[in-house]
């Protein structure tokens, strides 16, 4: 039943093979068993997820056709805000924080029907690589628990790969799905900006920030897509578009495709190992009926750069509501309101989110901004130009989605930009607002490798199925790591 | 003194009438109980978003058609980023490079003169909340009722020469936001308050060093400020000594402004497009429909009165000083006829002014309608009723008589016997009572006094307790005297 995908799962519980509360208990206490090993969830509320199942069995008990994921148990990232369940960020500054309000992808699985088990670790305010930033400690890979899940969704990527849960959400402002997705042997997607409503959604940097699912496989991704995607007029950036099935290209076949391998992603940076892997799926997808073409994102390699000043000048505003007067961490004691901001915010925040909102406050002062934030947004006009040329002779891009497999802890946290080079491959995508995905495609040492697919916008149903045919024929994405039986 | 020159340049923040906040759907009416009308997105939860109000773009796009500046097809939010308790996000949203309206300008009357006003630009944004100090012992409490209130900041080129011509320009302006109805324009709730940045030099230097006066929220505040801030400048300029750009306040106890301490408006605001919003896109079309419902504007309005009812400049500006005075004047010449306008005028900006200024009330809730006072005033022009027992008319229309009825002056003149007496067969036996009861007026008239024969008339006039048409006893009386 753990490694069960979401339409198995969704045909046992129609069929009363099995109860949302049995289904709903038992991936409760693989979290009682296993999470004081992983720290995957910052939260969970036992009573509310069996609350939930047993509405859930009522409405599948009731004869009228529930959604399709009613009943099925999910977590949610610690940046969705929940109504009456704390909702952290990662950080020591909403440690204790309860939103009176619940976000809109929050609404929309809860329409779903379905079972909110509880929320998961991050990096603090999503800025990491390796979770190793979140103010409740680490989350462990479950491949291997010297090393990190990746970030800064690793907390809902560790729980899926121990099958703590079948699936989740993540956000993904640089490739905070995509990364963990990959370290963790996952599929997740980041959707074109806009699809996902960002309300709730507690912003890092709001013109990059994109909600979307984590699961074991590229279907379950698209069932959960059905579910998440969908105008929100609370969200200025939302898209008004007719709402779509995420599954109706699932089983198209791949003949004719048209692969695009950038030369920028195939140099020296990659392993081996990763390059290995990546080379085989590609052989795969030739196999299936696919061509690869060579192309060029010549822009990319100002992707990091463009990013590091982009995401942090947004966040130094993004942030400074977490100021002590109205909610979240107050210093205890301070001479004056200027002493209270400064106690508060240094107290509150890690080193990390201090790290970027200096960076921020930095590119965005009086005299630099010219220099920084207007030459960055330029750069994200370039790349995402270098993408619409390159979709002219290809239909999807394939590469790496990280240059290496799970590193140790402490391996990249002594120096930032080390780590900030994790996401390489995935920040343009952000920069660009396209939709991209990671799927399992091998090993580098007992340790999953991912695959990165980019579509042009709107094209998630069509990469879906790309990754899905790579699914049908390769059983990367169905392996479960050890010990967490 | 005459050897400096003021420049003064105001920017005024207008709140606008919407029903709704800018950026959320709270509330925006006044005087609620402390953070009543505060939502998620007006106190900052994580995790909200800014989702622009249609309204006050209207609001924005009829100010620039009644200044005639330019509406920008497409302008850009801005976060203007500070620390202040009363903001919750810790930044302001507002327009900084591209504001929705560019130029335009407006014309005020000083002295007789008329001067027009340039305007930079009008952008839209939030205001912010309250900080409470009192009540609170040591401590200080936040209100968020105003946070997200929409404010057009209307930003003056350095145009005006004087505290006279800053608040001949307030005024106007007021006037001209409340007649288009974008702001109820409310001062003693902080609806219209203006930041004065005022400097000196001498003519034909360049301009001198400007400190800006803040939140000033009355004109006689904004007279008081600017002439104790050129007194201050223009003191210590002969004095030798420098002036420093600084934010100044404005004590209205001591009639004094004070700079504020550097820490405190030392801000890199580090303005950046906020990301939640997406551009603002003006099309012709919004234009077109935002036009369409445009009110007659004071200035039309006055070439129309002039034009139309051969009113004079002063008296058209009058009447136009507020959108109910032009419409209660209008009311009532409709009702009284075109060749009664100038009687009109006169009621509503004499008589009716006065009772209304004397009681504290405004036009729209005048006891006497236009209707009653048309009414009135058609009795005059037909004879019925003499100008001198109007007055007694108007009294009663005043204090309730023949309330909701048009005709209630015919009614009074009945009822009351204020009827003009204008029949000769009335008058002529009165007049040679007085006459043979004033033998010596008579006779000194005939002598060549005139005067004479204005006494002999009120003579008349008090026989008949006022009724008698004074024209028609003015020719009888002449007739007999000189027969």
């Known amino acids: 039943m753990i490694n069960s995908s979401l339409r198995e799962l969704s045909a046992a519980l129609a069929q009363k093979k099995i109860s949302s509360v049995e289904l709903t208990t038992l991936f409760l206490d693989r979290i009682e068993q ?68 619940d976000a809109h992808v929050v609404e929309r699985m809860n329409d779903a029907g379905m079972v909110l088990l509880g929320k998961c670790n991050m990096d603090e305010f999503a800025m990491g690589s390796s979770n190793e930033t979140s103010y409740f400690g680490p989350v462990k890979n479950p491949w291997d628990t010297a090393r990190v899940p990746g970030g800064s969704s690793g907390g809902s990527a560790a729980a899926i790969a121990a099958r703590l849960v079948p699936a989740a959400t993540g956000t993904d402002t640089g490739g905070s799905i995509r990364q963990p997705a990959a370290l963790c042997g996952l599929t997740g997607l980041k959707p074109t900006y806009g699809v996902v409503s960002r309300y709730g959604m507690i912003a890092f940097a709001s013109s990059l920030d994109q909600g979307g ?51 920028e992603f195939f140099g020296a940076g990659m392993s081996e190992g990763v390059r290995a892997a990546v080379e085989g799926a590609l052989a795969e997808y030739r196999r299936l009926g696919a061509t690869t073409v060579e192309i060029s994102l010549p822009n990319s390699g ?77 750069v994200r006009r370039l790349i995402a130009a270098d993408f619409q040329e390159a979709f002219k002779s ?66 998630e149903a069509k990469m879906l199925g790309v990754a899905h045919r790579y699914q049908q024929a390769t059983d990367w994405h169905t392996r479960m790591p050890e010990g967490w039986q | 003194m005459s050897r400096w020159e003021v420049v003064i340049g105001l920017e005024t923040h207008v709140q606008l009438a919407t029903k709704s906040k800018i950026f959320s759907g709270a509330s925006t009416a006044f005087g609620a109980e402390a953070n009543r009308q505060a939502c998620a997105v007006d106190i900052a939860l994580p995790g909200v978003l800014p989702v622009l109000n249609r309204e006050a773009v209207v609001c924005a796009i009829r100010f620039g058609l009644a200044v005639g500046g330019e509406i920008a097809p497409r302008s850009i939010f801005a976060r203007k980023n500070y620390f202040y308790p009363d903001l919750p996000k810790g ?64 930003v003056s080129e350095p145009d005006l020469r004087s505290s006279a011509e800053a608040v001949a320009y307030a005024k106007a302006l007021h006037a001209l936001v409340t007649w288009i109805g974008i702001s109820d324009g409310n001062m003693q709730e902080g609806s219209f308050r203006c930041d004065a940045n005022v400097s000196v030099r001498h003519p034909g230097e360049p301009l001198g060093t400007r400190r800006e006066i803040k939140n000033l929220n009355s004109f006689r505040f904004l007279q008081q400020a600017i002439d104790y801030e050129i007194q201050w400048q223009i003191n210590e300029l002969e004095e030798g000594r420098a002036i420093h750009q600084a934010t100044v306040l404005f004590d209205p106890d001591t009639g004094e402004t004070r700079a504020m301490r550097s820490k405190e408006d030392a801000h890199d605001y580090r303005y950046f497009p906020d990301p939640d919003l997406l551009p603002l896109e003006i099309g012709p079309e919004w234009i077109a429909e935002v036009k ?40 009532a010449v409709a009702a009284a006829g075109r060749e009664n306008a100038k009687p009109c005028a006169n009621w509503v900006m004499g008589e009716l002014a006065a009772r209304l200024n004397r009681d504290e009330r405004d036009i729209a809730s005048s006891p006497v309608s236009a209707g009653q006072l048309a009414g009135m005033i058609r009795r005059i022009g037909d004879g019925t009723l003499s100008s001198k027992l109007a007055k007694e008319v108007f009294d009663a229309l005043w204090n309730g008589e023949g309330q909701g009825d048009e005709n209630a002056a015919d009614a009074i003149i009945e009822a009351r016997g204020l009827k003009q007496v204008s029949d ?52 009888l009386l002449r007739k007999k005297l000189s027969s």
């Open chain 1, 394 to 459: 290809c239909d999807v891009i394939m590469g790496p989605t990280a240059p290496s497999v799970a590193f140790k802890f402490g391996e990249k946290s002594a120096d930032p930009v080390e780590m900030y080079l994790s996401d390489i491959y995935t920040i343009a995508v952000n920069l660009a607002g396209l939709p991209g995905m990671s799927i399992p495609c091998g090993f580098e040492q007992g340790l999953p490798v991912g695959l990165q697919l980019i579509a042009p916008w709107f094209a």
């Open chain 2, 91 to 154: 930044y302001q949203i507002s327009q900084y490079e591209t504001p929705v309206v560019a130029g335009g300008g407006l014309t005020i009357r000083i002295d007789g003169t008329e001067k027009f006003v340039r305007l930079t630009r009008a952008h839209l944004e939030e205001d912010a909340g309250k900080s409470l100090h009192e009540d609170f012992h040591g401590r200080t409490g936040i209100d968020l009722n105003r946070a997200g209130t929409p404010l057009l900041e209307i």
């Open chain 2, 424 to 475: 000769a067969s009335a008058i002529e036996p009165i007049i040679d009572e007085v006459l043979a009861a004033n033998q010596k007026s008579v006779e000194e008239f005939r002598a060549g006094k005139e005067k004479a024969f204005n006494a002999l008339v009120g003579q008349v006039m008090k026989a008949t307790r006022g009724k008698a048409n004074p024209q028609q006893v003015n020719e």
């Open chain 1, 213 to 263: 699912p984590m699961a074991k496989s590229a279907e379950d991704c698209a069932l959960l897509l059905n579910a998440m995607a969908g105008f929100d007029a609370r969200d200025s950036t939302s898209l008004d578009r007719p709402a779509e099935d995420y599954t109706r290209d699932l089983d198209k076949p791949l003949d004719g495709l048209r692969i695009g391998l950038p030369k």
């Open chain 2, 292 to 331: 369409a419902g445009m009110p007659e504007l004071p200035q039309a309005m006055q070439a129309r009165f002039q034009a139309d009812y051969g009113l004079s400049a002063y008296d058209a500006a009058t009447l136009t000083a507020t959108r109910e005075m032009a419409r209660y004047f209008e009311a």
């Open chain 1, 302 to 378: 100002l992707s990091v750069p463009a990013y590091y000043v982009i995401a942090p000048a947004e966040a130094s505003s993004n942030l400074a509501r977490f100021d002590g007067v109205r909610y979240g961490h107050r210093a205890a004691e301070y001479r004056d309101l200027i002493e209270m901001y400064e106690k508060t915010r240094a107290e509150g925040f890690g080193a990390e989110v201090k790290r970027r909102i200096l960076i921020g406050t930095y590119v965005l002062s009086h005299g630099y901004y010219d220099a920084y934030y207007l030459k960055a947004q330029q």
């Open chain 1, 34 to 101: 296993h999470n004081p090993t992983l720290n995957a969830f910052i939260t969970v509320d036992r009573e509310r997820a069996l609350g939930l199942a047993r509405a859930a069995d009522a409405k599948l008990g009731a004869g009228e056709t529930a959604p399709p994921l009613t009943g099925i148990p999910l977590a949610h990232k610690d940046i969705f805000c929940t109504r009456g369940l704390r909702t952290t960020c990662g950080s020591k500054m909403l440690a204790n924080f309860i939103s009176p309000y």
